[in-house]
């Protein structure tokens, strides 16, 4: 097993920044990618990063370069970097973890909720 906790949200202005952690623990050699999903009112949730072990990095094509994921592997925490956000990035943010053993298991975190609004 794989607990997901994550921190960070709140309410924002457009333009501001924020960042987001989720802290991870439990069964962990095994995970073999974490990823940040979102999901806003109405929508479907969908990835906005995803980092592997081995550090290669994935994500949404209209996000490159205003979100940044990375982990602290010392500290068993990833993070989402976002800047320049907009109202449109008003979403509850959830830490996916993958974990890779004779199949595959996803863990989620509770969300955190983002907020962009003037």
């Known amino acids: 097993q794989v607990q997901l906790v994550e921190s960070g949200g709140g309410l924002v202005q457009p333009g501001d920044s924020l960042t987001l952690s989720c802290t991870y623990s439990?069964?962990?050699?095994?995970?073999?990618?974490w990823a940040w999903y979102r999901q806003a009112p109405g929508k479907e949730r969908e990835m906005v990063a995803r980092?592997?072990?081995?550090?290669?990095?994935t994500y949404l094509d209209s996000l490159k370069g205003r979100f940044t994921i990375s982990k602290d592997s010392a500290k068993n925490t990833l993070y989402l970097q976002m800047n320049n956000l907009k109202p449109d990035d008003t979403a509850v943010y959830y830490c996916?973890?993958?974990?890779?053993?004779?199949?595959?298991?996803?863990?989620w975190g509770q969300g955190t909720q983002v907020t962009v609004s003037s």
């Open positions: 996916n973890a993958m974990e890779v053993l004779t199949a595959i298991n996803e863990y």
């Open positions: 439990g069964r962990l050699f095994s995970i073999t990618a």
């Open positions: 980092i592997t072990r081995g550090d290669s990095l």
